[in-house]
Structures are given as structure tokens and as C-alpha cells.
């Protein structure tokens, strides 16, 4: 490995825990649009390995200290430790999971699962303000994407028409992972393990279901068994009476992500949000 400079965040919270990097490798994969997020594998005196994380904001490591812990022993990458901006977490290394292999699509949905019930779960009704108000986030969501050139005024119009349509009565609240998709999977010795775990919090759990389902992309008997294992630990059946509201409300949340940190392929979540609405 080469042995770039840490950020001092990392470096100051390296030598919290007590601590030596002996070996660094810069190992980030996405530039974004203020401060980037730094990513590292760190090589520790006695040999072992850690993940190292800048964050742009001190937000992201309390949240991760708070909600991420439980789901270490469901096969989550664990958290070691936590400070201001810096994050460090176990280095999993493992073979990039086949998103076409029914054994591992069902052992990921058992995975996610778990995430969704690590804490207690409520019902949401559709006048309760969290999914009413995440049918105005959906609309904002367009607004951005419009204004950024990606869609047409007549485009904008017939998507928020779609998501008009067919409005979910309901949905569930409880940990919501935010980016469970076959990139962040990998299989080592434990089993399907998610290792980028950084947007872990309560939310709207069919959002979750409706990344997956795009990102995949889950069809046929891969999506049954991917199905058949999220059912081990929690209950798909509110996602599944609103798929399309909730896989085109993910698709317009990558897409305006996309757009907002301008960073990644805004055509993959369009061409998403294309096969959704005719």
C-alpha cells in the first residue's frame, strides 16, 4: 500500500483509540461536490485493517454511532469508532456479490430485512405527516431534476401525475438503510455482507425495498428469493401493495441526489424512472 497523509479528523481519532496506521490506501470512489468524502483502508500495527471515513458533515458519524451498532451481528460492517467528522469501521474483504445469483438475492433480503426490524416498527398511515410529507419531498425531487435540465416541463408533469395516481395508504416506519444495493454487498466467510452502511437511520422502510428493486435490478425468481428472505425477518407486503409509487419515488431520489452533489450517472436512475412511466 502507499502511505498517503490522513485527514486530521482520521488521524486525531486514530490516536483517540489508541491506534497506529503503519500502512494507508486512499480507496474513495466518489468525488462530491463540497469537501469530498474520503475513504481509506488503513493498515494497523499487529496487521489488522480498518475502513477509514471522512464524512462533510459531523451528522453522519453520531448517526452511524446510534443506529449502526445493532446490526453488526446481522452482518453489517461494524462501527469501531466515531469522532466529529471521522468515522473508522471494520474492513471487510469479501468477493462483489452476483447480483443474478438467487441463493445470495434471498440472503440479501434477509440481510435487509434485519435492518428494518432492528428497532421497533410502526404503521404509518397515509394522513400521518412523515408519508404525506414524503409525497412533497417526491415533487421537490422533480422540481431539482427539471431545473438541472434532465427532464421537460411536459416530462415533470407527467411523472408528478404518476406518483398522483396511486399514493400508498400506508407504509411502516422504522431503520432504514438508504443504500442497499448490489455495489455495497459483498460474501466473505460470514456470509452476504453490506459494508457501506453511512445513510443508516429511521425512515419510510418501502423506499428501501423500491432502491433495491430498481438498483438490482430484481426480477423473476431472483426477486421471489430476495423476497422469500426479507420475509424471515420483516413483512414486504406494504411495499408490495405500492411498488410503483415507491420504486419511482427511489428512482427520483437517486436522480436528484445525482444532480444535487453532481456526482455519479444521472441516465441510470432516468432510464429507472423511464421504464416506470410510460
Excluded: Q
Excluded at 3 to 29: D, K, Q, Y
Amino acid at each position: 500500500m502507499e502511505s498517503p497523509a490522513l485527514p486530521a479528523p482520521l488521524a486525531s481519532l486514530l490516536a483517540r483509540e489508541g491506534l497506529t496506521a503503519v500502512r494507508v490506501l486512499e480507496v474513495t470512489s466518489l468525488r462530491r461536490r463540497e469537501g469530498p468524502r474520503r475513504t481509506f483502508c488503513i493498515e494497523l500495527a499487529g496487521g489488522e485493517r480498518v475502513k477509514g471515513r471522512t464524512h462533510r458533515e459531523p451528522a453522519v458519524a453520531e448517526r452511524m454511532s446510534r443506529w449502526l451498532p445493532p446490526l453488526a451481528a446481522h452482518g453489517y460492517a461494524a462501527l469501531r469508532a466515531a469522532e466529529g467528522s471521522a468515522t473508522l469501521e471494520e474492513w471487510v474483504a469479501g468477493e462483489a456479490l452476483d447480483p443474478a445469483d438467487a441463493e445470495s438475492a434471498e440472503r440479501a433480503g434477509e440481510l435487509l430485512g434485519a435492518c428494518h426490524a432492528a428497532i421497533p416498527i410502526e404503521a404509518v398511515p397515509a394522513r400521518d405527516a412523515r408519508l404525506a410529507g414524503f409525497g412533497e419531498e417526491a415533487r421537490r425531487w422533480i422540481d431539482a431534476i427539471r431545473a438541472a435540465g434532465h427532464l421537460t416541463s411536459g416530462r415533470a408533469r407527467r411523472i408528478a401525475a404518476e406518483l398522483e395516481a396511486r399514493p400508498p395508504l400506508a407504509a411502516r416506519w422504522g431503520l432504514y438503510h438508504g443504500d442497499f444495493s448490489p455495489e455495497n454487498l459483498v460474501v466473505d466467510a460470514r456470509g452476504v455482507r453490506c459494508v457501506d452502511n453511512t445513510t443508516v437511520r429511521p425512515h419510510l422502510l418501502e423506499i428501501d425495498a423500491g432502491f433495491s428493486v430498481n438498483r438490482w435490478p430484481l426480477r423473476g425468481a431472483v426477486r421471489e428469493r430476495f423476497l422469500a428472505g426479507y420475509r424471515r425477518r420483516s413483512d414486504p407486503d406494504p411495499f408490495l401493495a405500492s411498488e410503483g409509487f415507491w420504486r419511482l419515488a427511489a428512482a427520483l431520489r437517486s436522480a436528484a441526489y445525482r444532480v444535487r452533489e453532481r456526482t455519479g450517472d444521472v441516465g441510470l436512475p432516468l432510464r429507472e424512472i423511464d421504464a416506470l412511466v410510460a
